[in-house]
């Protein structure tokens, strides 16, 4: 066991005047297995360069081990896997690699393939292998979910459970949950770190949530009281004043002296007025904005939308998926679900209307609107404002469901190629819930996106019911929201 010690780290990127980390100090087991959790762009990423040396900051990271980065940049994917890992691990054992690899059910075969000919969940699976054949290492494992289907992420997470020594950057909850004994959470105003997985966290947070809400509540209602109680000493104060003048022979030094003591007591009420605004400007530090999300669907003039009848799509000589048979009716939230390679996207493409070879019956609405999250965000770039005149959705509803995500206002003046991954899905997601359909495809929406605006999505769909197919491997989301799950 060593540590690795952090203390007064403060970081801001090169023009920004805003510091992601401001004097942050704790210390990390390098024998834990920790989940790292935070919204979108608090800097989950920059923390992991930061241990990596990769930037420069003000105050001292301090460790024994060195720190590994998954995923690993194959600079060679054209040479064998084998190669490959050689390139990771220069030393490796063979007998060693093969155990991790047997661990994580993957075949021998695949270390005398190409690398880049290997699924993205096989070389997600490799690279993890190789990474944890380094000795005296630390691992820093970001996102490794987002190219994992759920058969495959639960394999992973059982994998990651039998291994300690890392730093795991993860939204899925079951995942978390199954391979964690700490989290690490970058909150609004401070890092913190507590023993257990990602449910225990999230109740001790919700507790402490709901503990400062109810704090809040006693506080407004004080500071309400003693408003209208100094505003009420301080008129009385002002109309014994005035009764020093015009009202025939009076002492006006008694009257003086009690409008001085009222005056005073209306002061020592603003005072304790202060000090209560004071306290309460110590709450809330840590309650994430969630506000809910709407969704407004077209209403469409059958029940049925779309019907596939034993379809069987090619590509070329391909058969990428066959024998498929469903329907979506209005309302309905549909999990299309299945292993990598299995055929989902291609069956979103032909619903959406891509031209496709395919065999059997598929029958779609006339006029029917669709509005679509596909799973690449490459093509994202210039300002927000342009982005929404392009697509031809309200600039101003766009932002505000942005900023209930957890935008920034300074966010909205960048190009979005800079944005983070979660950020990139986000603003395919607002757009979708802008625009005008009957039915809402979504394929893999969830990839990079943090816990909390998983949540509020699951809010929104769960609260609106809008028709919607979507592909996805959060298996807590999937379960939560799903009336009907097609499984190919």
Request: with cysteine; hydrophobic share 35%.
């Amino acid at each position: 066991m060593s540590l690795i010690n952090v203390s007064n780290l403060t970081f801001a990127h090169d023009g920004s005047y805003d510091n992601i980390f401001e004097n942050v100090s704790f210390q990390l087991d390098t024998d834990w297995k920790l989940g790292f959790t935070g919204r979108n762009g608090r800097g989950k990423t920059t923390f992991m360069n930061l241990l990596l040396g990769k930037l420069e900051y003000s105050g001292h990271i301090s460790a024994n081990v060195s720190f590994e980065y998954f995923p690993f940049q194959v600079k060679h994917p054209d040479y064998l896997t084998t190669d490959v890992v050689e390139e990771i691990v220069p030393d490796y054992q063979q007998w060693e690699l093969m155990r991790e690899l047997s661990l994580l059910k993957v075949t021998d075969d695949v270390l005398y393939r190409p690398f880049e000919t290997l699924s993205n969940g096989e070389q997600t699976k490799v690279l993890l292998a190789a990474l944890f054949l380094k000795e005296n290492s630390f691992l820093l494992i970001d996102e490794p979910t987002n190219h994992l289907d759920m058969a495959a992420r639960k394999l992973v997470s059982q994998y990651l459970n039998g291994k300690s020594g890392f730093i795991l950057v993860s939204h899925d909850r079951a995942f978390l949950d199954n391979c964690v004994d700490h989290i690490l959470s970058i909150n609004r105003t401070n890092i913190e770190i507590q023993k257990g997985n990602f449910s225990d966290w999230w109740l001790n947070k919700e507790r402490q949530d709901n503990y400062e809400l109810a704090e809040n509540h006693k506080l407004k209602k004080d500071i309400k009281r003693l408003s209208d109680a100094a505003k009420r000493t301080n008129d009385w104060s002002h109309e014994v004043e005035k009764s020093k003048y015009g009202n025939g022979p009076v002492d006006r030094g008694y009257i003086g002296h009690k409008a001085a003591k009222m005056m005073k007591r209306s002061k020592s009420i603003e005072q304790r007025q202060q000090s209560a605004i004071d306290e309460k400007s110590k709450l809330l530090k840590n309650i994430e904005a969630s506000d809910s999300l709407k969704i407004t669907q077209l209403a469409y003039h059958k029940p049925q939308l779309v019907e596939l009848e034993h379809v069987s799509i090619y590509y070329g000589d391909r058969e990428v998926c066959s024998d498929i048979s469903f329907t979506i009716e209005q309302g309905e939230r549909i999990a299309l679900s299945g292993q990598n390679g299995s055929g989902k996207s291609s069956l979103i493409k032909l619903i959406c209307g891509e031209k496709l070879s395919f065999t059997g019956t598929f029958r779609k609405g006339s006029n029917l609107k669709i509005s679509y999250v596909s799973q690449d965000t490459s093509h994202l770039q210039g300002n927000l404002t342009d982005y929404a005149r392009e697509q031809g959705i309200d600039e101003s509803l766009f932002k505000a469901i942005l900023r209930k995500l957890d935008f920034s206002r300074v966010q909205f003046e960048k190009d979005i190629s800079a944005f983070s991954g979660g950020q990139k899905k986000k603003v395919l997601i607002a757009k979708s819930l802008c625009e005008q359909a009957h039915l809402h495809i979504w394929d893999e929406p969830l990839n990079f996106i943090d816990v909390i605006s998983r949540m509020q999505i699951e809010e929104l769909l769960l609260e609106h019911s809008p028709t919607i197919l979507f592909v996805e491997h959060d298996r807590a989301f999937c379960e939560n929201i799903a009336t009907k799950i097609v499984e190919l």
